[in-house]
């Protein structure tokens, strides 16, 4: 790993860059897949899917022998953890659930906001070196929970042209009304326009390589909603001397092992722990599966030390970390001051593995700095705010004079006309 001491704040910008492409290099691609889609529909999604997945399935959707089939090879140990994630996430985005806001702003003028679901929602799970059932749970559950009519699910098949079966469990267990075999650019076109056999949805969730979360952008300019631009995954971890570095190296590489373009980054106040940390890191890589995608993930990552807490705080909310662990002596310095950041771990108990399974929190994130400005996916994801409004005679009279003040004054006479109207019928007692 790339290892730096003391950069100044002129050199954050550089040091932190995300190893992702440039939207410039991808968007072609995208456009183009898009317009094919757009207007061959199914043609063009299998196409693209026997293009890029190694084969295409004769059949889209998915069929109710198939989700059958899958749900009795799955080894009840896994059935159970599922249950017990899926439990967790329920208790903690049912929480999340807000009563109606009422209240009247004037006598006569009753205002209130009510939250309703978004009637059609798609699912991107992804499905390529690691399918991500764990991310069904995250989606589906909210999104049943909101109370959305459709959730229709896509994830790319594999060269047989099937779907992992823990993803069609988990997809059956959280109420998914309609599952999908196709992945990539071709499954974000297929739910912005709607195919014949993929529905078009309202708003898109999930996460994915960087040619999905640029399809899912590009998703926007066709009128359909998308819950965030989170694309590779990535971790930061603020550390001193009383962290444990094999804790510490076991969750930087639990990111890096998501994908070659994944980034983790270690920020310590203390030199040994970064030392520390290395070592366990080399270690531990011998050891896993995925060692040849975590090494290239590493090889994009950075260990800092920087002198004290406030510039670390500083430097990471620069950052804007999608996972961010805390593992210091005052933890509350940062759990109370951090600004930008995804999801938050705390102590040296607390892995980002537990977020991203079952501890109950949603690990659908923001990353490549949205943490700025987006949140993660949460139940209000799935639901709109809508606001009613119901006025009286005495209410119209109340607030009457200033509509008609105001219009009139922005050079609006329908609008001041559409209030003077019914003052002057309550005036002749109609």
Known sequence: MNKIYNPTPDTWSAILERPTKTVNDIEQTVKEIFREVQKKGDEAVAKYTALFDGGAPKEIAVSTTEIEEAIAIIPTELKEAIQLAKSNIEKFHFAQKTPKVAVETVEGVACWQEKRPIQKVGLYIPGGTAPLFSTVLMLAVPANIAGCK???????????????????????????????????????????????????????????????????????????????????SELLVVADDTAVPAFVASDLLSQA???????????????????????EIENQLKVLPRREIAEKAIANSKLIYVENDTIALDLIDEYGPEHFIVCVKDEDFYVDNIGNAGSVFIGNYTPESAGDYA????????????????????????MKAMTFQKISEKGIQNIGSAIELMAEAEGLQA????????????????
Do not use: W
Not at 167 to 189: E, P, S
């Open 257 to 279: 092992e998501h994908g070659i373009d994944s980034q983790v980054i270690l920020v310590a106040t203390s030199k040994s722990l970064i030392d520390a940390v290395e070592t």
């Open 150 to 232: 459709e959730i229709v699910l896509c994830s790319p098949p594999d060269k047989n042209g099937k779907i992992n079966p823990a993803i069609l469990y988990a997809a059956n267990l959280c109420g998914v009304t309609k599952i999908l075999k196709v992945g990539g650019i071709q499954a974000i076109a297929g739910l912005t326009f709607g195919t014949e056999t993929i529905p078009k949805v309202y708003k898109i969730f999930g996460p994915g390589n960087q040619y999905v979360t640029v399809a899912k952008q590009l998703a926007t300019q066709f009128g359909v909603a998308i819950d965030m631009p989170a694309g590779p």
């Open 359 to 382: 501890s109950g929190t949603n690990h659908t994130l923001p990353t490549n700095g949205y943490a700025k400005n987006y949140s993660g996916v949460n139940l209000d994801s799935f």
């Open 415 to 430: 609008h001041k006309n559409a209030v003077t109207l019914r003052l002057k019928g309550i005036k002749d007692g109609k």
